[in-house]
């Protein structure tokens, strides 16, 4: 018998700056928090670790399945999160129409989702803040990470640049997914190509003991290609540079300097008639200045001001080919400016009650070059207000301004040392609105800014929770109801056209929304054993009455948005099998979304069946179940001080659930449905890490 040298890898020792109690006894209510280690053992699809997908196990946030773009939170849209990677924004937060995020897992050291508005320095959607950061690369070892799966692929290197002063990190992914598409129960999605990439990097400078400096890079590029006809490019090129100054011991600045530019370009030449081709996008300048001051260990302090300049582009249509008969149309960009100041104090008020309250004040203010048109209202007008006239404003004109003011609180009260009771009340204001006539968005939504047609959206939202802790924070119980009222909502007229369509203003409609809920999590924390359960009861509800009928929906009585979904259930488990072995599983439930179905047809002359439709999502799509299970199998005990990995064997829809991901109704009234990933998804993944 011979003997070996090894090693034994033990649980990882994880230090944060929060404890294992911190759901019982941080401030801040709807706080989901999500380290990276904890996602990375969830189920994968393709190997790909996703800090979005596994946000959407927690209550509260869901999607609508497979091929979705971005997420929802208690009942919101897509469109009402502000999504932050290191300060800049990101508004499109998937790769390949939601199979992927947009975020390396392997750069990400902080996921923080605020379900509501969270602290007063943050402001701009009426939904949720997803405020993601980077990690910082390794300033003493030269270090070489990655992974090599069915689909991608992907490397991430980090060391220092002057040894304790200056480090780099740099990341990157590619895909290779043709097959993938080919393989999918979809004969379009047969028949097509898709790629994309990202790459991150990030810079860090120490100045001095009181000063240093972050630098922020991204940059991604899809691409996707429909049947051969249909074409769609779309990317992020992001940067964020942060600088961080230490007065005292009780003093501390962050200035915080961003760009954010997301560009589209859709093409179809199906019909050679109707081929064209699309163009939108929209650009971000933003500047943060926040200020701390921690008056005592109890009680911080943080005021700031943030500006943002806003360039949106509707969208510039234009005829592709020598047939087509589009017209062609080039929408006027938008500009606005949005300021806000706010103030923000975390107190502990005693050993059992604390405090965390704000106040945002926001402003909001559109300037020319546009022009804006002023739409028809009156009785008679039965589908479409038409264009009675229009104003062009020269460039720094002012064509329309808004402000409001944002108060925001939670308070904590501990009943026991492991038992809390939160309550909050945020008030956020939107001022920019995603444009879509799809339940999940896609490439060829757009942003309208508020103006002289559209108004701010604004919300105001109540929670009260109670968190528990038992076995020393071994186990983990929370209830949570939350109750949303929702201003301004909108929605579209009958036979509204968004594409193209730079009189769009006057087809949207603006009335009243409200969502509730109750939210509820048990969660293990420890043992071979570990995981949570989630399940959250849901409403979502819009309401649409004018005295005009043709702003009214559904007689003007509330209805399901279309994100309702009342029951959502998530179940993760990891379990491990041994010292090398670690089986993970995560199942999810929800109720089918809400669909307009036709209810009779009849025929007359040539027409051989028009379609009479019931109200507005009055029936639903199927409900939606899937099980997920992945294997992973970490290195041996022989110890190689150079290599270290593991192998990843993940199957994503165990049991081939045809899900539905839209039912759609022929012209004689019969119903498809369209199943995305309709079968059973094995795949095999490498990671690995290198060090010197």
Do not use: C
């Not at 590029?221 to 964020?240: A, E, I, V």
């Not at 022009?371 to 006239?389: C, T």
């Not at 007689?555 to 399901?560: A, E, L, P, R, V």
């Not at 045809?658 to 498809?672: E, L, M």
Request: aromatic share 12%.
């Amino acid at each position: 018998m011979s003997l070996f040298s090894g090693s034994l890898q033990l649980d990882e020792l994880v230090i944060t700056a929060e404890g294992q109690d911190a759901n019982v006894q941080q401030r801040v209510s709807g706080l989901e928090n999500m380290n990276i280690e904890t996602i990375k053992q969830l189920p994968t699809f393709m190997g790909e670790v996703d800090p979005v997908k596994s946000l959407t196990t927690m209550p509260g946030i869901s999607t609508t399945g497979e091929l979705s773009s971005g997420f929802n939170v208690r009942g919101g849209e897509t469109g009402q999160n502000l999504i932050l990677q290191d300060g800049a924004i990101i508004y499109n937060p998937t790769h390949l129409f939601g199979f992927y995020s947009a975020f390396n897992s392997d750069m990400v050291s902080d996921v923080n989702l605020y379900k509501g508005g969270g602290p007063a320095n943050f402001g701009g959607r009426i939904s949720s803040v997803l405020d993601i950061k980077l990690r910082h690369g390794d300033d003493e070892k030269y270090k070489v990470s990655g992974g090599v799966g069915l689909v991608s692929s992907r490397l991430t290197a980090e060391g220092p640049i002057l040894k304790n002063k200056a480090s780099f990190l740099i990341g990157g992914r590619t895909s290779y997914t043709n097959w993938l598409l080919h393989s999918l129960n979809n004969i379009d999605l047969n028949s097509s190509a898709a790629a994309f990439y990202d790459m991150n990097a990030k810079l860090l400078y120490r100045i001095s003991d009181k000063d240093y400096l972050t630098g922020s890079f991204y940059i991604s590029h899809d691409d996707f290609n429909l049947s051969g006809d249909s074409q769609y490019d779309w990317g992020n090129n992001n940067f964020s540079l942060e600088w961080n100054h230490v007065y005292g011991e009780k003093t501390l600045s962050t200035l915080t300097l961003s760009s954010s530019d997301y560009t589209v370009e859709t093409s179809t030449t199906e019909d050679e008639q109707e081929a064209f081709e699309f163009d939108n996008g929209i650009k971000n300048l933003s500047a943060k200045f926040e200020f701390l001051y921690k008056m005592h260990p109890k009680n911080s302090l943080t005021a700031g001001m943030e500006y943002n300049k806003i360039e949106s582009e509707p969208g510039n249509l234009r005829p592709l080919g020598e047939f087509s008969i589009i017209d062609a149309v080039d929408i006027n960009n938008q500009h606005a400016n949005e300021i806000a100041i706010f103030l923000q104090d975390d107190w502990d008020l005693g050993a059992r009650l604390a405090l965390s309250g704000g106040i945002r004040y926001s402003m909001f203010r559109r300037v020319g070059a546009d022009k804006v048109y002023s739409f028809e209202q009156g009785i008679d007008v039965l589908r479409k207000p038409e264009v009675i006239d229009s104003t062009f404003y020269n460039s720094g004109d002012l064509i329309d301004s808004f402000s409001g003011i944002e108060p925001r609180f939670s308070l904590r009260y501990l009943l026991t040392t492991n038992s809390s009771i939160k309550m909050s009340y945020y008030r956020t204001y939107q001022y920019m609105h995603l444009i879509s006539n799809t339940v999940s968005a896609t490439p060829q939504d757009y942003y309208l800014a508020s103006g002289p047609n559209l108004d701010p959206q604004y919300a105001d939202q109540y929670s009260i929770g109670y968190f528990k802790n038992i076995r020393e924070n071994q186990y983990q119980f929370s209830g949570e109801f939350y109750y949303k009222d929702i201003y301004n909502a909108i929605d579209f007229i009958e036979g509204a056209e968004i594409l193209g369509n730079e009189e769009l203003e006057g087809s949207l409609i603006q009335g009243k929304g409200k969502a509730y809920g109750l939210e509820v999590q048990i969660k293990k924390n420890e043992g071979r054993l570990n995981g949570w359960i989630s399940y959250t009861y849901s409403r979502s509800l819009r309401k649409y009455q004018s005295d005009f009928e043709y702003q009214t929906v559904n007689d003007g009585k509330y209805y399901s948005s279309n994100n309702d979904k009342p029951h959502d259930l998530s179940l993760v488990l990891n379990y491990k099998l041994g010292a090398r072995l670690v089986l993970s599983a995560n199942f999810s439930y929800s109720t089918g979304r809400p669909i307009t179905v036709p209810i009779s047809k009849f025929s007359y002359d040539k027409t051989l069946a028009a379609l009479r439709y019931s109200d507005r999502n009055a029936y639903r799509i199927p409900d939606y179940h899937r099980l997920d299970l992945s294997l992973t199998l970490k290195q041996g005990l022989r110890k190689d001080r150079l290599l270290r990995g593991e192998w990843v064997f993940s199957i994503f829809n165990v049991y081939g659930r045809k899900n539905a991901y839209s039912v759609y109704f022929i012209d004689s009234g019969q119903a498809r449905k369209l199943s995305i990933l309709g079968s059973m998804f094995p795949s095999i993944t490498y990671n690995f890490k290198l060090a010197k």
